[in-house]
């Protein structure tokens, strides 16, 4: 290795998600994972707080300071603030000021174009990166889940994000197939508000909505009892705080239609998958991963819908970072799943 000082502990790895920002140093491992949410004073144009102390103001700041999420559906929806987010993030994990600027692997969404692709690697170059690659995240995901990607044979991958929904079949070292929905966690949250908004004329932030589709949601009626769960939030017709049940069984019939588009992405990628790599699937199973993947039934479901079997990744929250950080430790052997530079 040349020179592997020079580069120890300071090449990194991130998975800009929609939800949560993760960042892989070389030889460190994953150092930080936060909310992606910036809370901005938009009278200064000064970033108050990044991260989980960000997100707890979503919904509760005053006039002058706001709280941005700037990823939506797994791209960049507001480039400045997601250069200086990624700067912050950078910064914090490197303490000390080195003279040489990292190597940065970037995981995205496989569906995205070339103008949000050469964003992604803008943002990086700004925030002070040396030089930009990029990975797709269902390869990372399948990395980080150790799936033998490099294997002439087929590995099916569904990595279920906050704003995207990536299901990928991947042999050789390459995606073979591919299908990338902007379906995700956050649309789940969004389902959940408005079904409650339309049962009970009560109005709840997005952050109940996540924590009411923790603690009860799921996907496939179970046998345990059904869980019920109190919601605060704005009565609608008097305008005053109020609290309602609510029960497992609505969480689900509240989440069906988002549900419905992942589990549809599934069965179109396993309708175009050759007949060859079908045989390996329908061997070596299905793999889950990303936030959704925690999702009560999640794996009962789609083993009901396709009748594959289905296998959750161990670190699931953590497969697309651990995958891209692998390309850090060892870009060699991995240099080939990197995105090749896309000439403008």
């Known amino acids: 290795m040349t020179n592997n000082l020079a580069f120890l502990g300071r090449d990194m790895a991130v998975d800009l998600g929609t939800a949560n920002t993760l960042v892989y140093v070389r030889g460190r491992g994953i150092v930080l994972n936060e909310p992606s949410v910036v809370a901005l004073n938009t009278s200064t144009g000064k970033i108050v707080a990044v991260g989980a102390e960000a997100k707890q103001m979503i919904g509760r700041t005053p006039d002058n300071i706001t709280a941005i999420r700037p990823l939506k559906d797994g791209v960049i929806a507001d480039f400045e603030i997601t250069e200086r987010m990624l700067r912050y993030f950078i910064q914090k994990t490197h303490r000390r000021r080195h003279f040489a600027k990292p190597r940065l692997v970037v995981a995205v969404p496989s569906g995205i174009t070339s103008v949000e692709h050469r964003a992604v690697k803008e943002a990086g170059y700004q925030a002070g990166a040396r030089r930009v690659y990029i990975i797709e995240e269902p390869m990372a995901a399948a990395i980080g889940a150790g799936l033998p990607v ?195």
């Open 150 to 344: 490099h294997e002439p044979t087929g590995n099916m991958v569904v990595d279920i994000g906050g704003g995207t929904t990536e299901v990928a079949v991947i042999s050789m070292g390459g995606i073979v197939i591919s299908q990338s929905i902007r379906v995700g966690g956050d649309d789940l949250d969004a389902a959940i508000m408005n079904f409650i908004k339309k049962e009970y004329s009560l109005m709840i932030g997005e952050r109940t909505a996540e924590e009411l589709k923790l603690a009860i949601g799921s996907v496939y009626p179970t046998d345990a009892e059904e869980l019920h769960a109190e919601v605060r939030g704005r009565d609608l017709v008097s305008g005053l705080p109020k609290t309602v049940v609510m029960s497992a069984m609505e969480v689900r019939l509240a989440i069906e239609e988002p549900v419905v588009s992942v589990v549809d992405a599934v069965r179109t990628t396993l309708d175009k998958c050759p007949p060859e790599l079908s045989g390996d699937i329908m061997d070596r199973g299905i793999v889950v991963t990303g936030g959704g993947a925690l999702l009560r039934g999640l794996d009962e479901r789609l083993r009901h819908e396709t009748g594959m079997p289905i296998h959750l990744a161990d670190n699931a929250l953590d497969s697309v970072a651990l995958g891209s950080g692998t390309c850090v430790e060892n870009y060699e052997r991995l240099n080939q799943v990197l995105v090749p530079e896309r000439r403008h």
